[in-house]
């Protein structure tokens, strides 16, 4: 089945810093990729929508200057955290869109990054 | 708005049979998905419905009723690695792909 890739699954930075996450498609072309920040015992929040070779579409109240997107090939994605803060701490998914067998679109997932601002 | 509502928390005895509700309110619907997710990994896909009935894989089944804006997750034979989070998830669009997520019901599963 399809795979999703991301790295790296753990990042400990200093607050200030920048961190940037990348997620790739194995085996399959994704010209559409997205990015959700999961906090501990809530669900996935979608933050924008990374669209191959062009801007992303950020959803309401993420700041695109905070969350920079790049998906400059149709098989990865990078998610960039600059200027990171402890409220940034988080685990960061992404995901891409891929056909299961019976034809639906079903999102496949990385592992997950998870990142912690000091 | 976009809501969905799943219960938070949910215990079941090894062997036995558990249903995990989802209500769902979107301003669109273009199929609804259930995930496993165990803590600290990526969410795994489980099922997909689009029509109307029942969908059945293995141990997993899944039920939709769009007129009533309900799915549940059907688990049979529960084991004890059953023991996750069970995200259930709207498509409210053909052309984004992308999904809203309710928050998750943590099922414990007790010996």
């Known amino acids: 089945g399809a795979v999703v890739s991301q790295h790296p699954s753990r990042v400990i930075c200093k607050s200030g810093t920048s961190v940037k ?35 992303a579409t950020y959803e309401q109240g993420v700041e695109k200057d905070k969350f ?31 056909t299961d067998g019976s034809g639906a679109n079903v999102l496949t997932f990385g592992a997950g990054s998870r990142l912690t601002v000091l | ?25 979107t301003s669109g619907f273009n199929g609804l998905f259930w995930y496993q997710q165990h803590a600290g990994e990526a969410p795994t896909f489980l099922s997909y419905n ?43 669009s053909s052309n984004t792909g992308k999904l809203i997520f309710g928050q998750g019901t943590t099922l414990q599963v007790k010996p």
């Not at chain 1, 997620?23 to 990374?50: E, G, I, N, V």
């Not at chain 1, 400059?72 to 940034?88: G, I, N, Q």
């Open chain 2, 1 to 25: 708005g976009q809501n969905i509502d799943q219960p938070t928390e949910m215990t079941a005895t090894e062997g036995a049979i558990v249903q995990i509700n989802c209500t769902y309110q």
């Open chain 1, 21 to 55: 996450i990348e997620c790739r498609s194995l085996d399959f072309q994704a010209t559409t990729m997205f990015w959700y920040r999961q906090f501990p015992k809530q669900s996935l929040m979608l933050m924008a929508t990374s669209n191959e070779g062009s801007k």
């Open chain 2, 50 to 92: 689009v029509l109307d009935g029942l969908e059945e894989k293995g141990r997993f089944s899944s039920f939709l009723s769009r007129s009533k804006g309900y799915s549940y997750l059907l688990l049979k034979e529960l084991q004890m690695k059953d023991s996750a989070s069970y995200l259930c998830a709207v498509s409210p």
């Open chain 1, 68 to 98: 920079l997107i790049n998906h400059a090939s149709l098989t990865l994605s990078t998610l960039t955290v600059t200027s990171a803060h402890p409220e940034d701490s988080s685990f960061y998914i992404c995901s891409a869109k891929a």
